[in-house]
């Protein structure tokens, strides 16, 4: 019977978001628009004659939004996210890699079984790394879906694309989590804000502490039955109903080489000794500090394995030609969301949604009404060190006042971050590109997950 329910819901809302969900490029520029409307309305005067008229106000605005356009660390942080894709499908097109998926996409032989795999690989690898997390569980369920397809076992494609999705749902909770790891740093730009200069917030009172752990670890058994519980009855879509990436073979000509240039084409001898010099670097990194899986790390690490997996430099180099086709939407949608970002900050359009909450919090309710609020400004801002960027100072400033301990507020952010991932459809990009889905496909299947954990997540702010 709870199958049942849960089987109608995601039915309803899927059929209500493939209804009226735009396309996420259309998402952003319509999110465009309120920012600067809202903006327009709550930003202060600006310098000059015509500082407080409409159009000195709305020339500053415009300024601040195309600047953001080129913001250095916005543009950074897209090219690191593209690498992350482009890197880890090249594994993914390895022999080995081949081999391994071949054998781990065989272990399930019902629709349920692969999707309880995706599910709790998705939620395991993403608390472990985020980036890390989403490439591979979207890999792992294109491929999960090829081979049911193939050995003719009927299971929803999109529901199996939720499944890896979920890899985003428990990120900002777990080791890779942005506002917390930034808070356990003793020189930090939200301490300076608040004139804590060195103060730092310990890991024991974020990631690790109790309620936290408690929260994911409900989460980590409620999330898998319900994605299995969404599966229809009836109408289900296979692999064969998604744009995927078409199998591609290595076209490399195996005749020997007949030329020095074709040696070193050909050769295994570059790319696996470059490849093995990275990973020993890798080693001497997490030697001397610790588990520190920031982008630029599982960038080198991705780098690196695939050129050592890979039979050839061109074998290599085709493999990465091959993935780029997926991160379109990422190279498109980043900006403007660098814009969207700069006009929250200039503005003060962030402060002033946490205010709304923060005028009805309480000690007790603050980390509560701080979650809500930051869920709201995922829509703008969907970026989790974004997020903390705009947001977090105001939101420690009230914890300051009324006496909650930071470490609650600053999980309060990043729940609220994580969990507007369900309905915030920017990050899920990457997926969509690997597997062949659009927006649409899985986002209903995501508010009923958004429906589901958030009470869970509020709960554990409250406790």
């Known amino acids: 019977m709870i199958t049942d329910v849960f089987a109608r819901a995601g039915g309803h809302a899927e059929r209500f978001v493939r209804r009226f969900m735009p396309d996420p490029f259309v998402l952003v520029l319509l999110l465009t628009l309120v920012a600067l409307g809202l903006g327009l309305v709550t930003m202060p005067a600006v310098p000059g004659p015509e500082g407080d008229a409409l159009v000195g106000k709305g020339s500053a605005l415009i300024k601040v939004w195309t600047d953001g356009f080129g913001n250095a660390e916005i543009l950074k942080f897209g090219l690191q996210i593209i690498l992350i894709v482009v890197t880890g499908e090249a594994i993914a097109a390895s022999p080995p890699a081949k081999r391994m998926l071949a054998k781990l996409t065989a272990l399930p032989k019902?629709?349920?079984q692969a999707l309880l795999l995706v599910t709790v690989f998705g939620l395991v690898s993403g608390w472990v790394h985020w980036?890390?997390?989403?490439?591979?569980?979207?890999?792992?369920?294109?491929?999960?879906?090829?081979?049911?397809?193939?050995?003719?076992?009927?299971?929803?494609?999109?529901?199996?694309?939720?499944?890896?999705?979920?890899?985003?749902?428990?990120?900002?909770?777990?080791?890779?989590?942005?506002?917390?790891?930034?808070?356990?740093?003793?020189?930090?730009?939200?301490?300076?804000?608040?004139?804590?200069?060195?103060?730092?917030i310990p890991l024991t009172e974020t990631i690790f502490a109790p309620y936290n752990l408690v929260a994911c670890a409900i989460l980590f058994v409620l999330v898998p039955p319900l994605i299995v519980a969404m599966q229809p009855k009836e109408g289900i879509v296979g692999i064969e109903g998604a744009d995927v990436?078409?199998?591609?073979?290595?076209?490399?000509?195996?005749?020997?080489?007949?030329?020095?240039?074709?040696?070193?084409d050909k050769s295994r001898v570059l790319t696996f000794v470059t490849g093995m010099l990275g990973l020993l670097f890798l080693r001497r990194h997490f030697r001397e500090h610790g588990f520190d899986l920031n982008h630029n790390v599982v960038?080198?690490?991705?780098?690196?394995?695939?050129?050592?997996?890979?039979?050839?430099?061109?074998?290599?180099?085709?493999?990465?030609?091959?993935?780029?086709?997926?991160?379109?939407?990422?190279?498109?949608?980043?900006?403007?969301?660098?814009?969207?970002?700069?006009?929250?900050?200039?503005?003060?359009?962030?402060?002033?949604?946490?205010?709304?909450?923060?005028?009805?919090?309480s000690t007790h309710t603050l980390p509560f009404f701080t979650f809500l609020a930051s869920i709201?400004?995922?829509?703008?801002?969907?970026?989790?060190?974004?997020?903390w960027a705009v947001e977090g100072p105001v939101m420690l400033q009230a914890a300051k006042e009324l006496g909650v301990p930071f470490g609650k507020i600053t999980m309060a952010v990043?729940?609220?971050?994580?969990?507007?991932?369900?309905?915030?459809?920017?990050?899920?990009?990457?997926?969509?590109?690997?597997?062949?889905?659009?927006a649409r496909d899985i986002m209903g299947f995501c508010l009923v997950l958004f429906v589901v954990c958030l009470p869970v997540l509020g709960l554990a702010l409250l406790l």
């Open 131 to 200: 980036g890390f997390g989403l490439v591979s569980s979207a890999l792992l369920a294109r491929e999960v879906g090829r081979s049911l397809a193939a050995r003719g076992v009927k299971v929803h494609y999109a529901l199996l694309g939720t499944g890896a999705y979920t890899s985003m749902l428990l990120w900002h909770a777990g080791l890779t989590a942005s506002a917390p790891l930034l808070m356990n740093t003793e020189k930090n730009f939200v301490s300076d804000v608040l004139g804590m200069k060195g103060a730092k």
């Open 414 to 438: 990043a729940y609220g971050n994580m969990l507007g991932n369900m309905y915030q459809p920017f990050w899920s990009l990457p997926l969509l590109g690997l597997m062949g889905l659009r």
């Open 245 to 264: 990436p078409p199998l591609e073979t290595d076209s490399t000509d195996e005749t020997p080489p007949q030329t020095p240039a074709e040696w070193l």
């Open 299 to 361: 960038n080198c690490t991705f780098l690196m394995l695939g050129m050592t997996l890979h039979p050839s430099p061109v074998s290599y180099a085709r493999a990465i030609a091959r993935s780029v086709r997926g991160v379109s939407g990422i190279v498109l949608q980043f900006p403007f969301y660098g814009g969207i970002l700069e006009i929250m900050k200039f503005t003060g359009l962030s402060q002033s949604i946490a205010h709304v909450f923060v005028n009805a919090a």
């Open 110 to 112: 019902t629709a349920p």
């Open 376 to 387: 709201l400004t995922k829509s703008f801002v969907p970026s989790g060190a974004g997020e």
